[in-house]
C-alpha cells in the first residue's frame, strides 16, 4: 500500500500498528521517504528508537475511526432500506 502513495518530497511520520514492525516494512518506508514510528515487538533483537510522544497520537486515530463505525447504521441508514423491513416482516411470520 506504501509503493502506491509513492515516494515523499519530504521526511514525512508515519504512524504504524506494531503487527507492521518488520524490517521490510520498514525499510520500504524508509525507501518512499517515511519515517516509521512504531516501538519495537519485546521480541525483537536489534532494537530502535522511536517517537514516543507521536506514537500515542496513533491512539487518536483508532478512536476516530471507532467512532466512525459506532455510527455506520446512521450513515448508510440500513435501518430505512425496504429489504430490512421484508426481512424483519417475514422472519417474524415464520415464528
Known sequence: MLETIGKQETLV??????AYADIKTRFTAWQLSFHAVVPPKTNTVDKWEY?????????EIEHFFRRL???RAVF????????????????????
Do not use: A, G
Open 13 to 18: 511520520p508515519l504512524l504504524m500498528d506494531l
Open 51 to 59: 517517537d514516543k510522544e507521536l506514537y500515542k497520537k496513533r491512539n
Open 69 to 71: 463505525k459506532t455510527f
Open 76 to 95: 448508510s441508514r440500513y435501518d430505512k432500506l425496504d429489504s430490512i423491513f421484508q426481512h424483519l416482516f417475514f422472519s417474524r411470520l415464520s415464528l
